[in-house]
Structures are given as C-alpha cells and as structure tokens.
C-alpha cells in the first residue's frame, strides 16, 4: 500500500515538474475558479429568499399568521412595522392557497410589489397599470391551478377607475373566473367558500359579491354565507330547485356532448317544484279473502237443540224464515199437541286485516320541467348540415328525460307526446360568443444566474479536457522520443556474445549505418575527406 502511494506521488510530482510555468498557472486558476463557482452556487442554492405573503395586514391578523407559520416549520419574517408578513419564495403560492382555505386573513392582501422592479423610468402610468392587471391575472390563474380538481383556470379581472379628487372613494373590482375542472369532479361547499376567499383577497377591494365562478360546462359555483340563515323554508327550497336543474343540466350536457361535441352544445333546464308536504296516519281494515269477502276464523261455536213428543208448546219469538239474529241461531214453530222443535245457535269470531300506515310525503315533486337545447351544426355556417334525424334523436331523448323526472300524481294522466313536444325547445344556429379557454401552461423559468453559473461550469470543463489531451498528447510524445533513444542505445551496445571485432570492421560498419540513416551526412563527410585529399 505504502509503494502504491509513493509511486503515485512520485507519479504526480513527475508530471507536475514537466509542466510549464503557463500550465501550472492555468490549472490553479481553473481549479480556484471552479471552487469559486462551486461555492457561490451553493450559496445562491441554499439561500432563503423571503418575499412578501400578504401586506396592509393588521397586528392582530399578523401574529394569527405567523402562529400557524410556526406550527408548521415555515421560516417568517415580519416587516414594515407589523404589518407584512414574508416567507420563502417558494412557498409562496401553497400558503395563499392553505391560508385561503382556512379563512386567512380577514383583511390584507397579496403583495404585488415585485412587478415594479422591472418597470423602466420611461414607462407610462396606462402601460404600468396594463402590466399590473397581467400580473395579477396570471398570479391569481397560477393560485387557482394548485387547487385540487382544477386543471386550468382563465380570470378576468375590471379593476376601478381612480377619482380625480382625493375625497372619491374608490371604486368596486370585479372578477370573472372560467375553471376547467377534472371529468367528474365535484368542489365541495367549504372549497367553493376557500376559492371565493381566495379571490377576494388577491384584488385589492374586490367583494366577494362582484366575484362570478362558473366551469367548462357553465356551471356556476355559488358561494354559501355562513352568516344568513339557510334553514329558511325559501332559501333551502331555492337551493333544491337549483340542485335539481343542475343535475339534470349536466346529464343532458354530457349526454349531447359526447354526441356533438361538448363545444357545440348548450343546455338550459327550468323547473317548477312543489314542495307541499303532507304527513297523514291511515287505519285500514280489509279482508284476508278478498275474493269472497271473508276472514279468518279464529274461533266458532255452534248449538243444536231439538224436542220431540206430546203437548210440545210454542216457544221462542215468531219471525219470517229470511231472518236471522245476529248469533246465527234459528226457530222452527210446533204445532198444537203433539209435534217437535229444532233451535240452532251458530257464532264465528273472524280476523281481519288491520293496516296502520303512517305516510311522510316526499319534500318536494317535480310538477313541470322544460329543457332548452342550442346546438351548433357541424358547418357552423350552414344550419341545413344538421340532420332532422338528429334533431328527432334529441327530441326523443329530452322527451324521455322530461317523462321520467316529471312526478307522475302531479300530471294526473300520462303526457301526450304534443305536452312533451312544448317542453321541448332545440335551436339549431351558429355560436358566435364562444368560451376559448388557453391550454398553454406558463413555463417556470430559471433565475439568470443560473444560466451564468452554468455557462462558466461548461467553460471551464472545456478547458480542463483541452488541458487534459495536450498534456496527455504531449506525454505520449515524450514517451515515443524515450523508446527511441533507448532503442539506439541499445543498438550502440556492442553484444557481448559476438567476437571481437577489428577496428577497421567497426568504422565500415559505422559508416554503412550512417550511409544508411543519415545520407546527407554521409554525403557530407565524404566530400570532406575529399578536400583534403
């Protein structure tokens, strides 16, 4: 072990002894250099960057926020005098969304402050303004991506004039928001009331009354105030009736749109519910037979009398022979003197059927519905491309929905196809005012100076491989030059197996390899030895 690391020093103190002043100056350079880069690199990787979170906050609203950083590990940092709260920069977004989520904060707003810095001193106060509004827009559609369900998000955001004067108050925003949400999925209540909020604080005075949330199948998203009363008999019926009109709004917009296309078709479904609702007690009584009109005996008793002889008197009460008492018994009259008499007493106790129905009527029934149907022909411009077969299948399927939904005790009759044809409304025309929502994804880019940092490491690799395969040529050159004074030296070397030879042998010798090798020479020195003859 202890010669392999001395041959290796030696190897290193060999080839660093061989180089130039030049090259042991640029391999310095290059290697302080990449340390250099390395360490900066580190610096910038592990480095916090904090920004701004939420400002204008207040005090109180500030230290709830930075309670539940600190819970959860997040590095903060409280600036201008309390009232904004920073954290890293690439927490940023999640926080908005999870502090939106549990109602925070009541006050403030999301710091767009950053935009400025790339703002030129010649730029007008309508083009700062304009980058403002772009700015807020893709912040506030980047927040709504992260939240689960949504794949894409397009905003509109109006924000108010300035008044002239300093007194004006200033004006109301609004928001319009398009969500393209997963197949299938369906937003909770609390994550509607975390959207709203959401909104509703990346605007500066944006009230959630001027904020509109509707999806890619125009289905809007309505925001529940905890505040009112929903237990009202209006309220809860209005959310029913819109509860209904929707699901039956999606069915047939699923329906038609895996048929046309989900762009080309538009659906409207109106409603009228009943929400009479009827609890009542029914005690019946039917026979087991209902066929003869009969129960079931339980318990019966039956008592034949009947006397024969002399002096037989009259008894019981005369009656006509279609009467019968109520026990079932019978009277056959004697005669005077001699004769007979026969009583029958027959008495049946029979169950029957005792229903008790106690019957809580549904909440509410469907007593009309009407389903308004726009489709756009193949040839947006020619309304004659769609088939009237076409329109006859939707007709025939908007007519079986209407029949199914529509509360059967409320109609009386079954409807006529002519009452289901007035229910039904298809418009065949062009859309003009279509909903184009962007696909494209904003690409993350990269801070500058990773691209700098990069290009010097690729630089500086370059130069270390053309420094390497010099060096490395140059001592393959060294090496060949080695083996060839090794190999006329060892040529020179007389073997010392031959005999011994003369010295006249030696120089004819001498001379016929330098003849050989070194003609110019050999050329040379003859003309020399011809002078002086």
Known sequence: ?????????????????????????????????????????????????????????????????????????????????????????????????????????????????????????????????????????????????????????????????????????????????????????????SQVNSLYHLVSKSVPNLPTDNIVIMNQDFEYYDLKNENSSFGSAFQSQNEIKKEIERDIQRQVQNMLGTIMGRDKVAVSVTTDI????????????????????????????????SYSGDAAENGGIPQSEDSADSLGSSYVEGTTGSGDYEKTDETINSEVNRIKKEIVESPYKVKDL???????????????????????????????????????????????????????AISVQ??????????????????????????????????LLVLFFRSRRQRDLEEEYYEEVEEEAQFQVPDLNKETESEASLKRKQLEKLAKEKPDEFAKLLRSWIAED
């Open 1 to 189: 072990m202890n010669d392999a690391l001395v041959n290796f020093k030696n190897k290193i103190t060999g080839y660093w002894s061989t180089r130039s002043r030049k090259q042991k100056m640029i391999m310095i350079g290059s290697t302080a250099l990449v340390i250099i880069i390395v360490m900066v690199a580190s610096f910038f990787a592990t480095r916090t960057t904090l920004v701004p979170l939420y400002s204008n906050l207040k005090p109180s609203e500030t230290g709830s926020i930075k309670e539940n950083l600190d819970s959860q590990g997040i590095k903060n940092e409280i600036a201008d005098n309390g009232t904004t709260i920073k954290v890293p920069q690439e927490s940023v977004d999640t926080l908005k969304v999870e502090l939106a989520a549990e109602g925070i904060p009541e006050s403030g707003s999301i710091d767009y402050s950053f935009f400025s810095q790339g703002a030129g001193l010649g730029m007008t106060e309508n083009e700062f303004n304009v980058i403002k509004l772009d700015t807020m827009q893709t912040e506030l559609s980047n927040l709504i991506k992260k939240i689960d369900g949504v794949e894409d998000a397009s905003v509109m955001i109006t924000l108010p004039d300035k008044g002239v004067f300093v007194s004006e108050s200033a004006g109301e925003a609004s928001a319009s928001i398009v969500l393209n949400t997963k197949s299938g999925y369906k937003f909770e209540e």
């Open 274 to 305: 009943d929400f009479t609702q009827e609890n009542r007690e029914e005690n019946l009584v039917e026979p087991v037979d209902e066929e003869n009109m009969a129960g079931i005996e339980i318990s019966a008793q039956r008592i034949n009398e």
């Open 370 to 424: 009407g389903i308004q149907v726009m489709v756009e022909p193949p040839t947006a411009d020619d309304p004659n491309s769609l088939s009237q077969q076409s329109v006859d299948d939707i007709t025939q399927i908007l007519s079986t929905i209407i029949r199914t939904t529509i509360d059967k005790k409320a109609v009386g009759e079954e409807l006529t196809d002519d009452e289901l044809n007035q229910k039904i």
């Open 430 to 463: 062009p859309f003009n005012g279509k909903m184009k929502i962007s696909e494209e994804e904003n690409a993350s880019s990269l801070p500058i100076w990773v691209y700098i940092v990069g290009g010097v490491l690729l630089l500086v690799i370059i130069i």
